[in-house]
């Protein structure tokens, strides 16, 4: 898993969340907030790496500054 870099607001401990849907990651200091690639629950087998690529979406939006 990727490494969460801390909050671009206030330099807060960021965590995962899991909304069944989608994942995302917040600030628990502030609540600043980015909500990861949301879509219909999957099923079966794919919905491991589904669970995956939605968690790290979330994380890679999260990491993103501006002018890196």
Same mark, same amino acid.
């Given at each position: &898993? ?30 600043? &907030? ?20 939605? &968690? ?13």
């Amino acid at each position: &898993m990727m490494e969460l870099k801390p909050c671009p607001f206030c330099g807060g401990y960021p965590g995962l969340r899991d909304h069944r849907t989608a994942w995302s990651v917040e600030c628990f200091k502030c609540g600043a &907030m980015v909500l990861g690639k949301q879509a219909s629950e999957p099923t079966g087998e794919e919905a491991e790496s589904y669970w995956q690529e939605t &968690m790290l979406d979330a994380i890679t939006r999260w990491n993103q500054r501006t002018g890196e």
